[in-house]
């Protein structure tokens, strides 16, 4: 895989740039667009392992990003910079060498993978980015920034326990006034819908959509209107399309499209 850019026509469809040369490829992961440039990730042989790289869409303007950390992963540009999780911890960059530097580093804090590293979060909420971060003060739990060390705090713990449990950040959509996310606690809800509005009170478990310590794995979320669409699966019906407006009682099954458990 190498960087190409295309205008939606076959005479502006060309190659950018071979960033790792020969027959070996790069592994280009992770386009996030930011400004007019595009930041990604890859492997060359001018770097170790994989890092991130910036493009103004030109051969001589796609660059190592200098100072950038190794495995850099969970890209999102916002407030006018790069922000992603690399080494337990959370960084932004603009591309220069001063100023692509760590944010707040969750390592020093947890003896685990300190930062979800899934490229779905963080996301955007409430002029704030959100994601979760695992340390061993505060177990799992939903993290907001401001983009400053100073403003980077805990806003609702999801797993008081450090490794009790997990929180899937891979399957998130922000619809209406929440952000619904998938986690797993050590309790019997297992996988099932969350939501948060930022504080405590506001996170909690919607509905333990398959009761009995095992998992409706939400999956597919997807803003629609104030609501957020979803596919689980409760046991008894398959895999089916739910909704929820962000209450327990609002939270239910669109239709059994294809009856039987399967």
């Not at 660059?63 to 911890?89: K, M, T």
């Not at 100073?150 to 959509?173: C, F, H, M, Q």
């Amino acid at each position: 895989y190498e960087l190409w850019f295309s205008d939606g026509t076959e005479e502006g469809t060309h190659l950018v740039k071979d960033v790792y040369p020969g027959t070996s490829r790069s592994q280009i992961k992770v386009i996030t667009a930011l400004g007019a440039s595009a930041y990604f990730t890859a492997v060359s042989p001018s770097a170790q392992g994989r890092r991130l790289w910036k493009s103004d869409g030109t051969a001589a303007g796609t660059l190592l990003v200098p100072n950038g950390p190794s495995e850099p992963s969970g890209l999102i540009g916002w407030n006018s910079a790069l922000f992603f999780f690399a080494g337990g911890a959370l960084w932004r960059s603009d591309g220069t060498t001063l100023e692509t530097k760590v944010v707040k580093d969750f390592s020093s804090t947890a003896s685990r993978a300190a930062v979800t590293p899934n490229p779905h979060f963080p996301v955007a909420y409430k002029g704030r980015l959100y994601f979760s971060a695992d340390t061993d003060d505060s177990g799992r739990g939903i993290w907001s920034t401001d983009g400053t060390e100073e403003g980077t705090v805990l806003e609702a713990g999801i797993v008081p326990s450090p490794g009790a449990g997990s929180v899937d950040i891979d399957r998130v959509a922000v619809a209406g006034d929440f952000i619904y996310f998938a986690a797993a606690t050590e309790g019997p809800s297992s996988y099932e819908l969350w939501r948060t509005d930022g504080t405590p009170s506001g996170t909690f478990l919607l509905k333990d959509i398959r009761p009995g310590g095992l998992s409706s794995y939400p999956y597919l979320l997807a803003p629609i209107g104030n609501s957020c669409l979803f596919t689980a699966d409760d046991g008894e019906h398959g895999r089916e399309l739910w909704v929820s407006d962000g209450t327990p009682a609002g939270t239910l099954m669109v239709g059994d499209f294809l009856p039987g458990p399967e």
